[in-house]
């Protein structure tokens, strides 16, 4: 199994910034992806970016590229997301996901394995 837990979320003004970490634990020894997904309310849960084991390459969602950047550190274990130049868009529950089967496309909400709590992110106009 592995545990996530988010934190970082919060309440910004437009044009703002915020980081948000994941950090991962557990018993599992398998390689996992990790990745970021936001859920507005009544909307579904939509990818924003990741990043796959043992890899630096991000992946970015069309409507974050420019203003969002992934990293993960070198031990695997946690996560970043650092968001930029914040929209009223960009006002979700954003959740930290870690996949173990990291040969699948990262965009898919179905090729996650483990979910966190999620953190609020505010973008106030």
């Known amino acids: 199994q592995v545990q996530l837990v988010e934190s970082g979320g919060g309440l910004v003004q437009v044009g703002g910034s915020l980081r948000l970490s994941c950090a991962a634990s557990?018993?599992?020894?398998?390689?996992?992806?990790l990745a970021w997904f936001r859920q507005a309310p009544g909307k579904e849960r939509e990818f924003v970016a990741a990043?796959?084991?043992?890899?630096?390459?991000?992946y970015l969602s069309d409507s974050v590229k420019g203003r969002f950047a992934i990293s993960r550190d070198s031990a695997q274990n946690t996560v970043y997301l650092q968001m930029n130049n914040l929209k009223p868009e960009d006002t979700a529950v954003y959740y930290c996901?870690?996949?173990?089967?990291?040969?699948?496309?990262?965009?898919?909400?179905?090729?996650?394995?483990?979910w966190g709590q999620g953190t609020q992110v505010t973008v106030s106009s």
């Open positions: 557990g018993r599992s020894t398998r390689p996992y992806n």
């Open positions: 996901a870690a996949g173990l089967r990291p040969d699948l496309t990262v965009r898919l909400v179905g090729n996650y394995d483990y």
């Open positions: 990043v796959r084991w043992g890899s630096t390459t991000p």
